[in-house]
């Protein structure tokens, strides 16, 4: 990318979070990260980090005077910047509708009954408000239609390979399995998490996230 600054982009993050699709995107794409691992909430327990990013959310990347919070979109730019076109469906290409579809579906649809998910009924039960994380759950479970019926007859979502969209829904079925909520996963799906977590990229991610992790 032209113009652009030789140091490496800057993520901040925490091991097994949304930025997890950050840094197995990056592996996939050859991408050297200065990776910044951070507790776990990073607001709570690294509030120093407010200064970087005010939100408190992670993850976050810095790539010169470029600054962005949401993990699809930084999963797609760390692909771009790579030059990892097989990553990516580019306009004009069979699915490049599907591909930008399916990678916002991921975050926006299928994780985002998750965290209410983990909030309510894992992390603040105590308030009484379990039920209504266990609501959430029944969404998430009812959202993945979707992609169980994409891929009926796919290996994989786009362009009849391996993508960032299933990097992203990828992780929020790995995110399933991790906070209790595998048994609303479809047989199917668990075979194409499988599939693809058993990737060299995504292995060599999670290491490395683990030997920064604090």
Not at 11 to 32: D, H, I
Not at 177 to 192: F, I, N
Request: proline share 6%; charged share 25%; glycine share 8%.
């Amino acid at each position: 990318m032209a113009g652009k600054s030789q140091t490496r982009p800057i993520l901040y993050t925490c091991a097994g979070s949304r930025g997890q699709r950050c840094t197995w995107a990056a592996q996939e794409a050859g991408v050297e990260l200065d990776l910044r691992m951070l507790p776990f909430p990073p607001r709570h327990k690294a509030p120093e980090y407010l200064e970087t990013n005010p939100l408190g959310t992670i993850p976050m990347l810095i790539d010169g005077d470029t600054q962005m919070t949401e993990s699809c979109a930084i999963a797609h730019y760390l692909s771009v910047k790579g030059g990892a076109h097989h990553l990516f469906v580019a306009p004009g290409e069979a699915d490049y509708g599907e591909y930008l579809d399916y990678t916002y579906h991921a975050d926006a649809t299928i994780t985002f009954p998750q965290t209410v998910y983990m909030r309510f009924a894992l992390f603040e039960k105590h308030k009484g408000w379990e039920d209504a994380g266990h609501a959430y759950a029944d969404w998430f479970e009812k959202r993945l239609v979707k992609i169980e019926q994409r891929l009926e007859r796919r290996e994989y979502l786009c362009a009849d390979r391996f993508t960032v969209a299933d990097i992203c829904v990828g992780y929020a079925l790995v995110l399933a399995k991790a906070v209790g909520l595998d048994e609303r996963v479809p047989d199917p799906l668990k075979a194409y998490r499988e599939r693809l977590t058993s990737r060299e990229a995504y292995q060599a991610a999670v290491a490395k996230e683990k030997a920064g992790a604090p």
